[in-house]
Nanobody, 120 residues
Framework: QVQLVESGGGLVQAGGSLRLSCAAS????????MGWYRQAPGNQRELVAV???????GYADSVKGRFTISRDNAKNTVWLQMNSLEPEDTAVYYC??????????????WGQGTQVTVSS
């Protein structure tokens, strides 16, 4: 019913930048919150940043001041601009969206994940 496709991951040196994007498609009536999570090996998946349909945002303490989340409601797309990357940011990053379908059911959907590796 809904698909989230991520792109933008890769390998970067510490101090560098990457921009992740995630586009939602399918039987979408509206998208409520969109967010980015990450999971490093041996760790639980954790919330990195979230943005609501009205534009309000929230960030994990570890990324405040370095990462910026934004979205385009018309394009059903969310981005995560990551600056001043640190080796500790290395993880698989997942896009998440809370979506109201055309059927008016509400679902939480996940992307397939994109690897971000920061070398020291």
């Amino acid at each position: 019913q809904v698909q989230l496709v991520e792109s933008g991951g890769g390998l970067v040196q510490a101090g560098g930048s990457l921009r992740l994007s995630c586009a939602a498609s399918g039987s979408i009536f509206s998208i409520n919150a969109m967010g980015w999570y990450r999971q490093a090996p041996g760790n639980q998946r954790e919330l990195v940043a979230v943005i609501k349909s009205g534009g309000s945002t929230g960030y994990a303490d570890s990324v405040k001041g370095r990462f910026t989340i934004s979205r385009d409601n018309a394009k059903n797309t969310v981005w995560l601009q990551m600056n001043s990357l640190e080796p500790e940011d290395t993880a698989v990053y997942y896009c998440n969206a809370v979506i109201t379908l055309t059927s008016r059911a509400t679902v939480a959907s996940w992307g397939q994940g994109t690897q971000v590796t920061v070398s020291s």
